[in-house]
């Protein structure tokens, strides 16, 4: 972040502020992470701070210190958008255009005071005063804490503020094992570590807290894999059906689209989930190597995200979905 917006945003923090923090829709680790860990630091300096999702976030995250403080926009649209647009200030975390928080973004428009971005998607949106957008950081966890040292407020670092940050980093990383892991991750880490966090409790928590119906629904969708070879592709289909049936809750979901990459000399992964109630297929896709899922993402299906992660949309139904996904990878390159 450039000096002038760090010496601007210490003298907005210097005096107690009402602050709202929003992170995208459905948010995962990182948005939470960020988020919570953002409010545990300026409530430590004396500020009003509200966390705002703009709906539910998944159970696997209902740990975090201080989710119960949480406010659900989803669920009571009128005072939450009261709050956000009654705040001194808003940050927006790890996201980058207002539309990534679904029907809050009529909300986030009419913000009248200073908005700080902190991610690291690519192209992002000019509504920000104060941007901190940088696509080298594997997560905005990772950024909130260079964020903190920037602003001079490292000693303010406690283990629950180290804590929502690890969520962050090691969700986003894949528990350290995408490129975008650097040594300076590793170094950030470090020093949470040296913070006082439980590493190991906050991996238990995250990943081997599942529910049985969980792994029952991680066999199904390992069981519709489908695997192109002459593509190095792999992508997996959930139907809302096959949802039901395994008494499926939000998250359960998270981190399946990997399975898909872990196969021999396929370089490219992608899930397509059916949300009935919403009436839209979510797609995720991955890849390893220099396959472009974000360029894929925004192309093909109303989405966007990074090189190797990327998530998008479609309208139609599962079937067709799945037709119009192998019609474009018919016509396109994989390396
Ligand atoms: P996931 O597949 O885990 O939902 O998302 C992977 C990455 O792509 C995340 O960084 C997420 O923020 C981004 N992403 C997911 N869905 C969308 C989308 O619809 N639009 C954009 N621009 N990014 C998305
Ligand atoms: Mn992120």
Redesign the pocket.
């Known amino acids: 972040m450039k000096d002038e917006d760090i010496q601007a945003i210490q003298k907005l923090l210097s005096t107690p502020k009402k602050v709202v923090i929003i992170p995208?829709r459905?948010p995962?680790g990182d948005a939470m992470g960020s988020t919570l860990g953002l409010y545990h630091f300026l409530l430590k300096q004396n500020h009003e701070a509200i966390v705002i999702t703009p709906n539910e976030f998944p159970d696997f995250l209902a740990w975090l210190p201080a989710s119960e403080k949480v406010l659900i926009y989803e669920k009571d649209k009128e005072n939450t958008a009261k709050i956000i647009l009654d705040a001194d200030l808003v940050f927006t975390l790890?996201?980058n255009?207002f539309h990534?928080t679904g029907d809050m973004e009529q909300v986030l428009k009419k913000i009248t005071a200073p908005i700080i971005m902190i991610d690291h998607?690519q192209k992002p949106d000019d509504y920000a005063k104060y941007m901190f957008s940088d696509t080298k950081y594997g997560s905005t966890c990772e950024m909130l804490f260079h964020f903190i040292a920037d602003l001079g407020a490292k000693s303010l670092l406690d283990k629950t503020i180290a804590t929502c940050i690890y969520t962050g980093i090691v969700t986003d990383s894949g528990s350290f094992r995408f490129p975008s892991t650097t040594s300076t991750t590793h170094r950030v880490v470090a020093d949470l570590i040296d913070i006082g966090i439980e590493n190991g409790a906050i991996h238990n928590s995250l990943f081997d807290d599942s529910s049985y119906s969980r792994l029952q629904l991680l066999g199904q969708a390992l069981q519709n894999m489908k695997i192109l070879l002459d593509k190095k592709t792999s992508y997996i289909t959930l139907s809302q059906k096959e949802l039901d049936v395994n008494n499926y809750v939000k998250g359960d979901t998270?981190g399946i689209?990997n399975y898909g990459l872990s196969i021999k000399g396929v370089v490219f992964a992608a899930i397509f989930i059916e949300h009935r109630e919403e009436n839209i297929i979510?797609i995720?896709?991955r890849s390893q190597g220099s396959f472009d899922v974000n360029q894929f993402?925004?192309e093909h299906f109303?989405?966007?995200?990074?090189i190797n992660?990327?998530?998008?949309?479609s309208h139609l139904s599962l079937k067709d979905t799945v037709a119009k996904f192998e019609e474009i990878l018919a016509k396109t390159t994989i390396n």
């Open positions: 995208h459905s995962d790890d996201f255009a990534r998607h998270e689209v979510k995720s896709f993402a925004r109303n989405g966007g995200g990074h992660a990327a998530g998008g949309k």
